[in-house]
T-cell receptor
């Protein structure tokens, strides 16, 4: 069965510092991995996805994520955090079919 | 806590029929629920925002007459796919908003023959 874990409920980062939001997954077969961001009272916004190809995936708003097959991880990263990056981030995994499983979310606080 | 259920988990229907999918927040009240659609290997697509006691807000390109949303209570939102066609076959997932966090249902797989 598919599963995805976001081990941190909250991550605090000072503005200008690099940020990482962690995600690990479990899926039979090849994983399809996604990151979404949620701003207050809004629906999810797509940030990036990994289907195949380069392990480093670049997405919206300067975010990137690195697919690590041996560690079954897909951590979200950004070299320099902005206060406006403060939001709730969800990692999700699919097995290539249409069913998708979400992590519980990580709240990112960027401190000015 | 914060459990969201969907019913049915899967449904197969004939082309031209209508299908209703329920999304329930089991242990909390949600004035806002979201409906998403997932295509294979694609990112999730937000279809609409469902607000209790008022009309849903649909995203651009989503036909509101085809995808009827009713949020009649603080624990239940329904999505009705009217006159379903094979291209409506997809995985539909809902979420309920509580304390600024979305809690996702397990999804409903719709197959239209």
């Amino acid at each position: 069965a598919q599963s995805v874990a976001q081990p941190e409920d909250q991550v605090n980062v000072a503005e200008g510092n690099p940020l990482t939001v962690k995600c690990t997954y479990s899926v039979s077969g090849n994983p399809y991995l996604f990151w979404y961001v949620q701003y207050p009272n809004r629906g999810l916004q797509f940030l990036l996805k990994y289907i195949t190809g380069d392990n480093l995936v670049k997405g919206s708003y300067g975010f990137e994520a690195e697919f690590n097959k041996s560690q079954t991880s897909f951590h979200l990263k950004k070299p320099s955090a902005l206060v406006s990056d403060s939001a709730l981030y969800f990692c999700a995994v699919s097995d290539g079919d249409d069913k998708i499983i979400f992590g519980k979310g990580t709240r990112l606080h960027i401190l000015p | 806590g914060a459990v969201v259920s969907q019913h049915p988990s899967w449904v197969i229907c004939k082309s031209g029929t209508s299908v209703k999918i329920e999304c329930r927040s089991l242990d909390f009240q949600a004035t806002t629920m979201f409906w998403y659609r997932q295509f294979p290997k694609q990112s999730l697509m937000l279809m609409a925002t469902s607000n209790e006691g008022s009309k849903a807000t649909y995203e651009q390109g989503v036909e509101k007459d085809k995808f009827l949303i009713n949020h009649a209570s603080l624990t239940l939102s329904t999505l009705t796919v009217t006159s379903a066609h094979p291209e409506d076959s997809s995985f539909y997932i809902c979420s309920a908003l509580a304390a600024d966090t979305q809690y996702f249902g397990p999804g409903t797989r719709l197959t239209v023959l």
